[in-house]
């Protein structure tokens, strides 16, 4: 049946809505596709679920060829499994909680691990039901702390979360395989360009972890890749750790007066103009006191020494302290720690080691992996406008381990020796993990191994964010005029416009619409009475119909211009002309 | 692509679910359609979802037909919208209520009335853009008190509800009706007995209010019909009220000695052996004493007055006190009323009137409409062990109001005259309401009319529980054996089973899933190896496909045995016949 614009769903808005900064979010409103109902939760209209349900179809039939099999889990869940994994804590704000009328702790999941863990733990025990996957698309809730960009980043989205189940490790690499096969083929079809990146697992755990990035500079994520084939997000990307340098020959440590030197810039300065030698800000050792919120509530302070020409780059921080919360230390954390002398803090002091090993403060110190054995530092003497020079790590102090926290940059090495990385920018479109055993492990699911011993199973999780995707797709197809949708996901095929006065103009668009519809293509029929071709030219180019076709003056003379929403072509065409073009593919 | 059961995520169950008292409840889990998450909310299976999905279709079809048009809202909703009606109160414990990360409030909808109605009246603002009807297929929660039955009374629910919108009563009445009869063709397709009944408004406000109900002794609803055509729920069921009676000639009250007759009973008794005449329990006047606890908190009494062979019927008084709960009086009430005499308490008393008009309690009055004006009545005398008689209504006393919490009785009157009513029982399947203008006017939901005033709109509200249907269809299709669907909403069309123990059942079996599948029937292929042909039936009885193909010891032969899970009729046919058969509608 033909859709008429006269009583269809739909009203286009003038003005872009407030607050709404990305193209996406704009035209996703003003085209009439989604309404906001609070902030980051919307509704959608009949136009954005027709262009849903066809990315839904989509990661349907390649769900299916990959041998998922659907099923369908509630938002609200128990408290319990939740509290079994440690997330019910992890989570913290992100999760909204609730109770039942009996007192009884809710939440609406943002993931369903747990659900489907225990959910196969409860109707299957033996190898031979392995492998399998099964998968949702299902409604999603995150408390995100500032709901932004519309879908992009919204407090509730529909996603595809897959989970594969083996009973070993091999069958959890060909399960993982099966649908990073299909990730790809899905983003193939739906025409979006994507780049495979290492990934942190974080708050999921696990080992293997991929994610599918759109490359494009508006990208909220970074991630590093190398002319060799190296790619991964910043949060994952590994420092290539040096060989040990030898230290044997190096001079015992020195310490220099250096008045007014509390940042790397003075100090470089300062070491150039009264030391021996051509220093860089790399030369020098930077120890940042940070502080962590444990889960438990707990703070503490550690110390991290990287290289003075590196900054810290909070979200590494966030992924290697992860699930602790990582701030700056205060004014309060420095005066309760007077052996912390700010702005000259170092691993060594003239009167012992002030931080690693045999610490005076207690605080743990961990060092960027540059500071590998050997390496010899100007850093702070923990007095007051005092350095040391050839201070070297491994000898005059040892840390408490590595971490990764200082910034990537472009030309660092890829740890893969396949050469240098460059930064670029991405927006994240599906994510592949390897669960491993985390989630068997704390809800008990084992199977019975050929052996009959019972063997805990391997998972696997598969994510891909339908509302998040159409978002993008919005986001890379428009102009200044409106949307342009590709046709695989366009919520019509085409967009039939009477534009003329006369009657002939509607009865010819009318009989147009209904071969087009006939032939099985979605019409949309702007039959308008009284609006002017102005206006429904306007509305066209807003929604993004791929294909338009306007019926006006020449209708009687049986021609009509077939209009590219992409290209801007119009040609004009006999209708049964139109009719073969639009039809013949 | 043919399903095939060795690599299906189903596994069966022997033993019947604790707790799961329904055969849909029991059936569906024990088959594998649905396993439970929390009381009363539930995981869908891949059989399970293939079911609801075909509900679905069956419903989207038939709202496309009646010209409604799809959207979809988030289940989490923000508080406001919900104040504005009254109805963030009125749901009272029934709703599941949450707040965000910086204190807002917000529901898990019951129900999407007031969304509907600002989304309208965010788009819309003139009556060109009516008549609309848009609607939902959207999973819903309620934290019923007592979750039971499954699917059929649980606290998460998947629901079409569809809202209409109207600039005028005309309007309003044929997108009722275009509803109305889209619901008729839904259950005739979905192959379910209906009858349509007059229903209370309830909880949701409005005038015309119908519900469909499947009559079935085991339903939970009671409804009345007559044979003229009459047939309404028993919350909605009117009792006629009589015409007034000459009181005139009347003698005046009487009070009588009463002793142990607290009871109606015994006050029958009592007054067939000591007074004038032959009396029954429709003689006396029952005064009830009820306690309502408002929606702001206060606790009221009421007492009302019903004829001695009437019962209170719970439901009814809920209806009609609604949105207070009511409760019967306890021992402190009374002993906080001491003009209330327990067991003796009469609108009527020698030193003026107790209840009613210029009480002296301030309790309300309220009668059952029986007690008209004229109507002489044996009652409580508000003294201890004694009543009264020829205590005339209008006369020695006057009631606050009329109320109808009487129970309903086979034989009464139907109130539109068309006969004496019957009672039976069913299961509520749809409703249609009208809403009128009570959402419109609490939202402010106005358009211009033609005349370029503003109007307040009208709307309407239909509800058809998917998941509840679904159930129900369960409950009217099962055997001892395990479920029997119709063909409208089966899982699968025909289920081949390779019951041979040699490859050529096997092979054969492969070959004709393959040929059903081609033909455009979705093919449920039992080829578990080691699985014996006994416990293949079994499943296949309890999984309820309502076509089955036997492929055994004659497939070298070409033949094989069509199975009817109905009627229980297994032919031997040809695989060309079978085929023929299977594919010939």
Not at 326 to 344: I, R
């Amino acid at each position: 049946m033909v859709t008429r614009l006269s009583n269809f769903f739909l009203r286009t808005l003038r003005e872009d809505p407030a607050g709404a900064e990305v193209a996406s979010h704009r035209l996703l409103i003003r085209a009439g596709y989604i309404r906001p109902q609070a902030a980051g939760i919307f509704a959608w209209l009949p136009l954005g679920l027709r262009v849903k349900a066809k990315i839904e179809t989509v990661v349907r039939e390649e769900m299916a060829a990959a041998g998922a099999q659907e099923v369908h889990f509630p938002a609200l869940m128990p408290r319990e499994s939740y509290e079994a994994t440690g997330r019910w804590e992890e989570y913290g704000d992100l999760l909204f909680r609730l109770q039942d009328r009996k007192g009884g702790d809710y939440l609406l999941a943002p993931t369903h691990e747990e659900a489907f863990t225990l959910l196969v733990k409860d109707l299957y025990s033996s190898y031979k039901d392995l492998p399998l996957t099964i998968y949702q698309i299902q409604d999603k809730y995150r408390d995100e702390a500032r709901p932004r960009a519309g879908l992009l980043r919204g407090r509730e989205f529909t996603m595809k979360d897959a989970y594969s189940f083996d009973s070993s490790d091999e069958g959890l690499d060909v399960s993982y395989q099966a649908q990073r096969d299909a990730y790809e083929r899905i983003f193939q079809r739906l025409g979006l360009e994507y780049v495979i990146v290492q990934a942190d697992a974080g708050a999921m755990g696990g080992s293997r972890s991929e994610e599918f990035l759109h490359p494009t500079p508006v990208g909220e994520d970074t991630f590093v890749r190398s002319a060799g084939g190296y790619a991964a997000n910043v949060e994952a990307f590994t420092t290539a750790v040096p060989d040990a340098v030898p230290f044997d020959a190096d001079a015992a440590p020195v310490i220099f007066d250096s008045p007014n030197t509390p940042t790397i810039e003075t100090l470089v300065a300062h070491s150039n103009a009264h030391l021996d030698g051509d220093y860089t800000a790399a030369d020098t050792l930077k120890n940042v006191v940070l502080a962590l919120t444990h889960l438990d509530g707990r703070r503490e302070l550690v110390i991290v020494g990287i290289p003075g020409d590196r900054e810290v780059d909070e979200k590494r921080a966030e992924v290697a302290f992860a699930p602790a919360v990582v701030e700056t230390a205060t004014t309060d954390d420095f005066e309760k720690n007077p052996l912390l002398v700010k702005g000259y803090i170092g691993p060594w002091s003239p009167t012992g080691a002030v931080l690693g090993e045999e610490s005076a403060t207690g605080i743990r110190y961990l060092v960027d992996p540059r500071v590998g054995e050997g390496t010899s530092w100007i850093t702070g003497a923990n007095l007051d406008e005092k350095h040391a020079h050839s201070v070297v790590a491994g000898r005059d102090f040892f840390a408490d381990g590595i971490v990764e926290i200082a910034d990537v940059r472009a030309g660092d090495p890829a740890p893969d020796g396949s050469g240098p990385v460059e930064l670029a920018r991405g927006m994240e479109i599906g994510h592949v993990f390897q669960l491993g055993r985390k989630y068997a492990e704390a809800l008990g699911l084992k199977v019975l191994n050929e052996n009959g011993k019972l063997v805990t199973v391997t998972m696997g999780s598969y994510g891909i964010g339908v509302t998040r995707i159409l978002a993008i797709i919005a986001e890379l197809n428009n102009d200044e005029k409106g949307l342009i949708w590709p046709a695989s996901v366009a919520p019509f095929d085409v967009q039939v416009v009477a534009a003329g006065r006369d009657q002939v103009a509607f009865d010819v668009a009318a009989d147009l619409s209904t071969t087009l519809e006939a032939a099985g293509l979605d019409v949309l029929y702007d039959d308008r009475p009284k609006v002017s071709p102005g206006v429904k030219f306007g509305d066209a180019e807003l929604v993004g119909v791929p294909k338009i076709v306007i019926v006006g003056r020449g209708a009687a003379d049986g021609e009509v211009e077939l209009w590219d929403r992409r290209t801007g072509d119009r040609d004009a065409l006999s209708i049964a002309e139109a009719v073969e073009r639009l039809t013949s593919r």
